[in-house]
């Protein structure tokens, strides 16, 4: 499917962006951030990769690692979320403290 081809590619650039930025900054609650946001884009990745396969092999293998990949990027994706949500305040603060 063209449309998850599309998905795919942007979340892959997305997660090397967020990635790029992870080892480019200094602080650590902002490293924690870009963490998050590429776990969460990676998890994109392998869930779109997983529903493309689901929709493009019929075979029992390929169901089976298709579920497993989607369920695997929902994890993923997940987990970053929790994260994201619990390190945006923090890093307000902190941005909050440097400009005072």
Excluded: C, D
Aim: no cysteine; glycine share 8%; aromatic share 20%.
């Amino acid at each position: 499917m063209p449309f998850f081809v599309f998905f795919i590619v942007f979340s892959a650039i997305a997660y090397g962006y967020f990635k790029v930025r992870y080892v480019r900054t200094k602080k650590a609650i902002e490293r924690e951030y870009y963490s998050a946001k590429s776990s969460m884009s990676l998890g994109l990745f392998i869930m779109f990769f997983g529903a493309n396969q689901l929709l493009l092999n019929r075979g029992t293998l390929a169901v089976v690692i298709g579920v497993i990949f989607m369920l695997t990027g929902l994890g993923s994706m997940w987990a970053g979320y929790r994260a994201y949500k619990h390190y945006v305040p923090l890093l307000a603060k902190e941005n909050e403290r440097e400009n005072a």
